[in-house]
């Protein structure tokens, strides 16, 4: 994810908000279209750990 933000800020991307890990187990970050539109890209770490709980 942060080579996915590496490379919308090379390539002049609006970043509202820097790559972030909250709370919620989630690493994102929000950038704009050129109509304002937000889009929120993020890696959701409770997936790891879901999958590590599952039996084999």
């Not at 609006?14 to 709370?23: G, R, T």
Request: no cysteine.
């Amino acid at each position: 994810m942060n080579r996915l933000h590496a490379d919308w800020s090379r390539s002049q991307a609006k970043i509202v908000s820097p790559p972030e890990s909250k709370p919620w187990k989630l690493h994102e970050f929000t950038a704009a279209d050129l109509d304002g539109n937000l889009f929120r890209v993020f890696y959701d770490f409770a997936w790891e750990e879901k999958n590590q709980q599952l039996p084999p």
